[in-house]
């Protein structure tokens, strides 16, 4: 920085440094940032990222501005350029081709010679002498050690590749770099899915007796050909004695009561173990290649808990908080209290042992070939841990998917997501009337949250008997799982549901004789199942990529106040998919479905819906007045749904 | 950090360190926050900066935060509390006492034993045995040295002084401590002024000749009557005479033409003397106290640039960029050329001189009692000047106020205003239909524009006499002058515009016969003049303080495309002001005024508007249905004004 000056009329020193070199350019509002960088957006490896900025400076120079991408561990950065978009706002794009941890930043800078030559046409449009101008062309040339133009010619010095030229050889003036952005790209699977929740030990036929994977594999047919992605597992680990809850969640178990699955650990082993009743780690691996070849992946569940029976609380009593007693305090939230289960102390004094030990389970599993992971209640855990988890797994195999089993308040489900898990529970399970549901997907499709918060919305959860199925009506149970697939591209079902199971403990939002507390068979094909209609909808997803995203949701105006109508596209233009739901009641309604305003198609070559086709009739039908009048009998069908052409 | 490990299953080193202290806090969308904490948000001194942030961390801790300010410069940082709000956002205030630059930051922590009595609550009212939790309490009190109650029933350990004895004792667990934020605290002529421009050497009453300062000064109580504020001086140095600009810019002179005062220097002197015809520095000192006198303060323009004939080409020709054939390129937007003007190169060898060279001539003109400063063109010289020179200046005066004279791109204006400039030239001098104009002051009122950008709206300038005036009609300018001074805060009018000056150069957007290159005498008091329509509406300005602010505008539903109708109240709710102004047109119109959703008064005890009184008439009206019917005749007056009652 040069401080020399000779101007001493006042003799006044500068407070602050005469920062005559400092950056020129200002590059702010970049897309996509979270946090100003603090946290990295998401994306799916294979899909273009669209990079934005405002990129400006003081003055007239002309500039040039390029986007520099590189993954993390990966390759030297590579360098695209950024176009003008308009009203100083630039637009550059790469595509990631593989899962990992990415960074980007964008580099903006000066072009003093096409700056020369801009002017210079506009002098010469102008009819203005420009020997002199002439001149310092040829000055810019000799120092960046270009040649010159054989013709003398004005035109001659306008040239494009004179400007390329330069453009190579010329010190980029004025060269400003933007803060490093950081990015997380997955694999497809994290943006959509279609998931089946279950207990293993309830997937057998023999009554008050454990199923094992065997039994778990003979039911995979069935899940398939449901149309399922991911076959989710409720922990199979070992389950202690010690205070083992009974029936419906009682404090005391009869024998031969098999226990929550929730409370981990037992001599027979920990989170590492494999409950013997459901067999050995062999029998899981086969499983896990079983589901491989039925196009299904497993999922499994991480619940940082143990029981009292843990090894852990042998092996580690470190790890765990001891009260004034000598006791541990087992997992509560005043006044409710989990007595089959004790929390490890995440701030232990071998808190970094314990965080390791947490880690290594799961990349235990990750090894078993497991690469997603629906984790238990993250937000009581510290948020550092799994932000450092996650990376630290991911980076062993960046293919691996975390849920974040979070039903909290909003921004600290939120901020699990920025933290870094890759899908989030949501609060679809409970919302229930048109407005708040399109609210809700209004909110989860808006920036900032779309770029972070992948939503994975589940009708039912072993927890979760929400009081719009009590009643246990086909059309409710169609309406919600329509919504549910149509609405998120990832969604999933807690077994049970495809049969309409619905019986509460009365008075609250839970299953009566719950599995999570006893052995459990089911007529899997029981009479009244709405298995069919789950296989259509889901084979219609896997057709129409447009229901593989959720960010493509577009409202449309449908004038009936329990009746929701949405259009989503795919990111290539080719197909899009218009959704009408009866969300509520199971009488007929007519309604209009308004498609006014709603474009279709390839960017840049966007078209106004003219016509649909029933993706399940195959009736088409032509939009009059920007729209159709449609019926919905619920108790025959709650959702109608088309492809849209254009 | 603890690295120690015990868990040896894998014998796998963690990639990245174990964070186990980490911040458990998350701290985001703080405002106000601007780029980050790249640039200031402004504040005025005396008035309560609000300070919000979404602050919240994982698990279920009771949380402690606090907002901590201090002044640059000045004593020790002050703390006060922050309030949850709803939904994990938090509230503090404070209030800056004097103008300067300031910062703020935030700091959160979690209180164990709040966290400890809060739970202790939950138990016995569940009634559980807490004889355990009363021993872990206790250990929490010796370990922090507060005596325990001297009952040992539980509702004593309940008590919340001795909740504030251990917020007291306790150390901050998880104590986590946001960025700092900066903050530019200006004093009230930042936010609010009527503004008054003259050419001195127009102010007398002998045709062909200069006027003086003192001429000046005889002009005051007039231009005081009207109400103004602020009296801002076209540059009053000595002005070159190579190339000077002949009557209404022509390229030759005739010999008397005074020339272009932005043709700054002469060889009586440059920025820092005064036009020999003006009078003295002794005399300009006169005019400036003169002015304190009435009321008002003395604004200068401040050009960076420099007619051929400045000391500086011939003391610092460094300062200058020669080109190949020896000259110094006169100022040019290609092909637009402006040859009686060269520009200094910001650049240049020496530039940390010629910074503090420009520097030294704001400081000068401070010492001269100039607290005011109109800068030209900012935009084409470098960021980083300003954003140095105006912090350097207001180190030695925080009084000291800029105001950005960049008609140019909306970002680049907008960056000069974050780069320091307290007021902003816009683009209202050209929107003139009622949809333009809600667009254009909605933009600037809301976030994050209203933070950093304080509007000045100029009805003319020297350089623009825009279409929409260039009639005459009285109607017109009374309807300009009402929308500048009633939309915005910070307003001014070009001298002349009084006297509904309105003559064209043909087809141009510029006055004939400009006074930038001629001398002109005036009748002030020219019948037709709109001079007690100004000076009344600048005393309504002075009697309503909810006029003299900018950012409290919400528009009004008023059923006429013509007419414009808004509420702003005062940031104490103490008054409330409506206005309907017919935009357009000379045509009388009736207009229903819709009130609806628009409550006024103070924060807490927010009201709906009842009934208004014409702040002309003093007549009052009781609202109907909600809003009122009313007729502007523009010909009469094309502003209604009133005061709001609820």
Tied chains: 1, 2.
């Excluded at 005559?20 to 990222?49: C, H, L, M, T, W």
């Excluded at 932000?387 to 901020?415: C, H, N, Y």
Aim: glycine share 8%; charged share 25%.
């Amino acid at each position: 920085m040069n401080l020399q000056r000779r101007y001493s009329s006042t003799e006044k020193k500068p407070v602050s440094p005469v920062p005559v070199s400092a950056p020129q350019y200002v590059i702010e509002d970049v897309y996509p940032v979270i946090n100003g960088g603090r946290f990295p957006a998401k994306r799916i490896a294979g899909e273009a990222v669209g990079v934005w900025a405002d990129i400006f400076r003081d003055g007239t120079e002309v500039t040039l501005a390029s986007l520099v991408w590189r993954r993390e561990g990966g390759a030297a950065s590579q360098s695209t350029p950024m176009l003008h978009h308009e009203n100083d706002r630039w637009h550059g794009r790469f595509v990631p081709p593989e899962p990992g941890r990415y960074s980007f930043h964008i580099e903006a800078w000066s072009d003093p010679f096409a700056t020369w030559q801009r002017d210079l046409r506009r002098r010469i449009e102008a009819g203005q002498d420009v020997s002199v101008e002439l001149d310092e062309g040829r000055l810019m040339l000799a120092e960046a050690g270009v040649r010159p133009p054989e013709q003398d010619a004005p035109d001659a010095w306008l040239a494009p590749e004179l400007g390329e030229a330069m453009q190579r050889a010329q010190p980029r003036g004025n060269l400003v770099t933007s803060p490093v952005f950081p990015l997380m790209v997955e694999r497809v699977r994290a943006r959509a899915g279609a998931w089946y929740e279950i207990m293993a030990r309830s997937q057998g036929q023999v009554p008050g007796r454990s199923a094992t994977f065997d039994d778990c594999i003979a039911r995979l047919p069935d899940i398939a050909a449901m149309g399922f992605d991911v076959l989710y597992l409720l922990p199979i680990h070992p389950i202690g004695r010690t205070a083992r809850k009974g029936r419906n969640n009682s404090l005391t178990s009869e024998p031969g009561d098999p226990g929550s699955p929730y409370a981990i650990g037992s001599a027979e082993g920990g989170h590492d173990a494999i409950h013997p009743e459901l067999g050995t780690l062999d029998d899981f691996r086969r499983l896990v290649s079983a589901c491989r070849e039925h196009g299904m992946e497993v999922a499994l569940d991480f619940a940082v808990q143990c029981s009292p029976d843990h090894p852990w609380l042998r092996e580690h009593p470190e790890w765990f908080r001891h009260r004034p007693d000598g006791s541990i305090r087992y997992a509560e939230n005043p006044p409710k209290k989990y007595e089959d289960i004790v929390n490890v102390d995440f701030h232990c004094k071998d808190a970094a042992g314990l965080w390791m030990a947490l880690r290594d389970i799961v990349l235990f599993w990750v090894r078993q070939g497991v690469r997603i992971f629906r984790v238990d209640n993250p937000h009581t855990k510290p948020f550092p841990f799994w932000e450092w988890m996650i990376a630290e797994v991911q980076r062993e195999d960046p293919g691996v998917i975390f849920l974040s089993e979070a039903f909290t308040r909003p921004k600290v489900m939120k901020a699990l997501a920025k933290f870094g898990f890759s899908q989030s529970y949501t609060y679809f399970t409970w919302r229930t009337h048109k407005a708040e549901l399109s609210e809700y997907i209004s909110e989860l499709t808006s920036f900032p949250t779309r770029e972070f918060f992948r939503p994975n919305f589940f009708v039912t959860t072993p927890d979760i008997l929400p009081w719009h199925l009590q009643g246990g009506e086909p059309w409710a149970f169609k309406a919600r799982f329509a919504l549910a697939a149509t609405l998120s591209s990832t969604y999933g079902i807690y077994n049970g549901f495809e049969l309409l199971e619905h019986e509460p403990i009365p008075g609250k939002e839970e299953y009566l004789n719950s599995e999570k507390y006893e052995y459990r068979t089911r007529d899997w094909n029981r009479p009244g199942n709405i298995k069919p209609f789950i296989a259509r909808l889901n084979r219609i997803r896997r057709e129409n990529p447009a229901l593989l995203q959720t960010n493509n949701l577009r409202l449309a105006q449908v004038d009936h106040d329990r009746v929701m109508g949405f259009v989503k596209d795919s990111v290539d233009g080719s197909n899009a998919v218009a959704v009408a739901i009866s969300v509520e009641g199971s009488e007929p309604k007519e309604f209009w479905f308004h498609f006014g305003g709603i474009d279709i198609g390839p960017v840049g070559n966007r078209k106004p819906v003219t016509a649909i086709e029933n993706l399940v009739t195959g009736a088409r039908h032509t939009l009059e007045w920007g729209g159709i009048r449609l019926r919905i009998d619920p108790t025959d069908d709650p959702m109608l749904i088309f492809r849209c052409l254009s």
